[in-house]
């Protein structure tokens, strides 16, 4: 077993993990090899994250594409026990939930090697989610669990987990937002879109819960009738949102009147947007971090929430498709009456840090 770690990333929210891993891991000059799923495979969902976070082309692609969840996960594991055969590292370091973490992982634990979360222990106790089976099922065979906030450490106890594996570093998400700022704010990419600062709502909407069903994403794209009455709206549409869209012939529902519709933008223009933005509509885990983070009001399109930190100290609120609740929290946030938001214990860019700085002291250093 060499002394070497794997880190593994597939999907969108994966890049902005793994980003301030990787010139922490250099410094610390600890070996490593970038093994890119292919869990996405659109450019825009994928390739230019690469390119802004400045993460390295990965070493190895596996190259798996969109699928089922079974197909897509036996895929990966198919594919990356090739790899581990080949060259059996001394970790393989997960982050989030998508498919590629669980698949990974037990790709890695079957062959005794040590597995690593980023981002343990975080439950939204709904079964229906897919990314909730996968958390639940590689907190349970990681050695290292890396956690962002109190509450999944409080999770990870109650589910057996051996306290001595679970460190608390807090979020590599806001490690990768305060290294990006200053980038994001010189874009000033709201100006491009002709949207003046503080004026404009942006949305976000990809969600299965959300979009799969016909009634339900009738209401959603309703509920933005209202809203660009209000303020204009920003929305990059989701690829799984746009096909659904155009299955159940939405498109002409969505008036074009005060909302600016895109593709999928990269990480700096996003970034960017949300600087200016007076409030964000999301049903996007991540987003509710970031949005938190930067103090800007943010309504979350779900019934749950695995970061609850986000609605106890950030500026998170939970509407689901109580729109009636919603026009309510909107009218405060136009009004600027709206929940400021606190600080996040440890959410202060040095998560990276510590999470290398643990695996030098427990893993490195003793093999």
């Known amino acids: 077993m060499s002394k070497i770690i794997y880190?593994?990333?597939g999907a969108r929210p994966n890049f902005m993990k793994i980003a301030?891993?990787?010139?922490?891991?250099?410094?610390?000059?600890?070996k490593f090899k970038l093994i890119h799923t292919g869990q996405h495979y659109d450019y825009n969902m994928s390739k230019i994250f690469f390119k802004d976070l400045d993460i390295p082309e990965p070493d190895i692609y596996l190259n798996v594409g969109s699928a089922s969840h079974a197909?897509?996960?036996?895929?990966?594991?198919?594919?990356?026990?090739?790899?581990?055969?080949?060259?059996?590292?001394?970790?393989?370091?997960?982050?989030?939930?998508?498919?590629?973490?669980?698949?990974?992982?037990?790709?890695?634990?079957k062959l005794f090697i040590k597995v690593a979360h980023v981002e343990a222990g975080l439950r939204s106790f709904d079964h229906k989610m897919p990314e909730e089976i996968n958390r639940l099922l590689t907190d349970q065979i990681s050695e290292f669990l890396f956690t962002t906030e109190m509450s999944a450490e409080i999770n990870l106890k109650r589910e057996g987990i051996n306290p001595e594996k679970i460190y608390f570093v807090g979020n590599v998400m806001i490690d990768n937002l305060i290294k990006n700022?200053?980038?994001?704010?010189?874009?000033?990419?709201?100006?491009?879109?002709?949207l003046e600062e503080n004026s404009y709502a942006l949305i976000t909407l990809h969600r299965p819960s959300n979009v799969?069903?016909?009634?339900?994403?009738?209401?959603?794209?309703?509920?933005?009738?209202?809203?660009?009455?209000?303020?204009k709206i920003f929305f990059p549409i989701h690829p799984r949102t746009k096909k659904k869209i155009e299955k159940f012939n939405f498109s002409n529902k969505i008036k074009k009147d005060n909302i600016i519709l895109s593709e999928p933008i990269g990480y700096l223009e996003f970034l960017s947007l949300m600087l200016g933005a007076k409030l964000i509509l999301t049903d996007s885990g991540g987003i509710q971090e970031e949005a938190s983070f930067l103090k800007i009001p943010v309504l979350t399109l779900r019934k749950n929430t695995e970061r609850p930190i986000t609605v106890q100290r950030g500026t998170n609120t939970i509407i689901d498709k109580n729109f009636d609740q919603a026009k309510k929290y909107i009218k405060e946030i136009l009004s600027n009456n709206y929940k400021k938001g606190q600080e996040i214990e440890k959410w202060d860019g040095q998560t990276s840090k510590r999470i290398v700085n643990i695996l030098i002291e427990k893993l490195i250093e003793n093999n």
């Open 7 to 9: 880190l593994i990333a």
């Open 20 to 30: 301030p891993l990787i010139p922490q891991l250099n410094k610390e000059n600890i």
């Open 71 to 109: 197909t897509q996960t036996a895929k990966i594991m198919i594919e990356f026990e090739k790899v581990l055969l080949k060259d059996r590292p001394i970790l393989v370091l997960v982050v989030g939930d998508v498919n590629s973490t669980l698949a990974c992982a037990l790709v890695a634990k």
């Open 181 to 194: 700022l200053e980038k994001a704010r010189n874009l000033n990419y709201n100006k491009k879109l002709n």
């Open 212 to 231: 799969d069903n016909k009634k339900d994403l009738e209401k959603i794209i309703e509920f933005f009738d209202y809203l660009r009455k209000k303020i």
